[in-house]
Nanobody, 123 residues
Framework: QVQLVESGGGLVQAGGSLRLACAAS????????MAWFRQAPEKEREFVGG????????RYGDSVKGRFTISRDNAKKSVYLQMNSLKPEDTAVYYC????????????????WGQGTQVTVSS
């Protein structure tokens, strides 16, 4: 069983930056693909970015490519999301997710989820 706890959310002005962190416990962290999803009010949960267990492979949702960067530190059992050039449309609850193996983009393919952290971008 893997437990995930997100941190780093908050209020930021458009054009600013935030760095989210997700700390994991339980399981062998390096065997898990990690991902960030987000969900805005009345919208479906959306894939933001994902990273393979070893950290060599990453993928991003189209709306954040070039602005967000996902990384991980297996020694610290943590994954990060650096968010730059934030826009009001990035406002959402951001969730950390984990699953063994590959990095899919579908919500249903992830086994473990954190509680989420709110990111609000003001215009």
């Amino acid at each position: 069983q893997v437990q995930l706890v997100e941190s780093g959310g908050g209020l930021v002005q458009a054009g600013g930056s935030l760095r989210l962190a997700c700390a994991a416990s339980g399981g062998t962290f390096s065997l898990y693909a990690m991902a960030w999803f987000r969900q805005a009010p009345e919208k479906e949960r959306e894939f933001v970015g994902g990273i393979s267990g070893g950290g060599r492979s990453t993928r991003y949702g189209d709306s954040v490519k070039g602005r967000f960067t996902i990384s991980r530190d297996n020694a610290k059992k943590s994954v990060y999301l650096q968010m730059n050039s934030l826009k009001p449309e990035d406002t959402a609850v951001y969730y950390c997710a984990a699953r063994p193996g590959l990095v899919p983009t579908n919500v249903g393919e992830y086994n473990y989820w954190g509680q989420g952290t709110q990111v609000t971008v003001s215009s």
